[in-house]
């Protein structure tokens, strides 16, 4: 297994360099991961937090949701291609070094989140789950993508995650609707299921606040969801 760092260093908001149309970086509000976490990664995928476990968020931007993975995980590797500030700077598409990976666990680029996911399955051991809008799920790639793997399981948030291009909006708010496509490698595919209502109340944190909406020196991307 490839020596790493096992955490990343907080990324500072003014230190953002990507130029506003390169890449696909909505970061995924801290209440939905945990609620991901209560709900689909333990219960339903049973990735239950062992030390065994090596949970890889690999389009992991500042750090919005493999910092979150930290919190019920041991060990989760965090990279992107972009450098961010947090965790490895590697491409996850062209990636061939031996990486142990129980689990992969990401919010995708949109236009390579089924790259992404042929990787993952590939190269996991027990399987992955990708954050994506629902539309996502349709087109001919997609199809043959699920006939040759197909999920275990959809797992859909019932109140809406707000995502805002470059940055967590605590008060945001959105018309696009999001679910979990997740893979457990020997599981037969079953029934969707809902995350319940009221996680956005009941799991952000007041340190969430000041970790992640610290004031940027350069303008911030426009306000528009995905």
């Not at 909505?26 to 090596?54: H, N």
């Not at 996502?136 to 291009?165: K, Q, S």
């Amino acid at each position: 297994m490839t020596a790493m760092l096992p955490f990343g260093a907080r990324a500072i908001m003014s230190s953002r360099q990507e130029p506003p149309d390169s890449l696909d970086f909505f970061p995924t509000p801290p209440w939905a991961t945990r609620a991901f976490v209560r709900y689909v990664a333990g219960p339903e995928l049973g990735a239950i937090g062992d030390p065994s476990e090596v949970i890889w968020e690999p389009a992991c931007g500042e750090g919005h949701m493999a910092s979150v993975l930290r919190e019920s995980y041991p060990y989760v590797i965090a990279s992107d291609i972009h450098p961010y500030g947090y965790g490895h700077v590697w491409d996850f598409l062209s990636w061939d070094d031996d990486l142990a990976a129980t689990w992969i666990f990401t919010n995708p680029p949109f236009n390579v989140a089924a790259a992404f996911a042929r990787k993952a399955i590939a190269i996991t051991s027990r399987g992955c789950a990708l954050l994506v809008r629902p539309s996502w799920l349709h087109t001919i790639e997609r199809y043959e993508l699920f006939r040759e793997h197909p999920p275990h399981l959809f797992a859909y948030y019932v109140e809406r995650v707000p995502m805002h291009r470059g940055r967590w909006e605590p008060e945001g708010s959105t018309a696009t609707d999001y679910l979990w496509v997740c893979w457990v490698h020997g599981a037969d595919p079953r029934a969707p299921m809902w995350i319940p209502p009221g996680q956005r109340k009941l799991l952000t944190r007041p340190e969430d606040i000041h970790r992640w909406c610290k004031p940027a020196d350069l303008p911030l991307f426009g306000e528009v969801s995905p």
